[in-house]
């Protein structure tokens, strides 16, 4: 992912397969802001060869809704710089009653998962074709 420099939104890479300087930069800082407020198992999934409208996943897990908040906003409020929407920043309800909250952040999506719904959903045998990266 790159920024447009005229309207300065995140945009695709123009080439498959490749990860931009931005997007891992953004990666990095994503999971260190995990790491930071404790959360586990973190699984970055790059899901651009599996299916043409999404790129990269980013899976944690917490131990409950309260921790799960917190790590939605601390994400929503150190990554605004980078201007990556418009994904749901619109409908931010940090509700995480069901234990999982999605943030949209455009080319790059966070799931912030409790361990019941991480081992019911199991996204990373879902998306089983999907290239893992190191952060």
């Known amino acids: 992912m790159k920024l447009n420099q005229e309207s300065e939104i995140a945009v695709k890479p123009k080439k498959k397969g490749t990860t931009p300087t931005t997007t891992k930069k953004i990666i990095k800082k994503i999971t260190t802001i995990l790491e930071e407020k404790k959360c586990e198992d973190i699984s970055i999934l790059d899901l651009e060869n599996v299916n043409s409208y999404l790129c990269i996943f980013i899976i944690c897990t917490?131990?409950?809704?309260?921790?799960?908040?917190?790590?939605?906003?601390?994400?929503?409020?150190?990554?605004?710089?980078?201007?990556?929407?418009?994904?749901?920043?619109?409908?931010?309800?940090?509700?995480?009653?069901?234990?999982?909250?999605?943030?949209?952040?455009?080319?790059?999506?966070?799931?912030?998962?409790?361990?019941?719904?991480?081992?019911?959903?199991?996204?990373?045998?879902?998306?089983?074709?999907?290239?893992?990266?190191?952060?």
Request: glycine share 6%; hydrophobic share 35%; aromatic share 6%.
């Open 62 to 135: 917490v131990n409950s809704a309260v921790q799960a908040r917190a790590v939605s906003r601390e994400l929503e409020r150190s990554l605004k710089e980078y201007k990556l929407g418009p994904g749901n920043q619109e409908k931010k309800a940090h509700n995480s009653d069901n234990g999982w909250i999605l943030l949209d952040l455009g080319e790059i999506v966070v799931h912030i998962m409790t361990p019941e719904k991480r081992k019911y959903y199991d996204l990373e045998k879902l998306w089983g074709d999907a290239t893992p990266i190191k952060a």
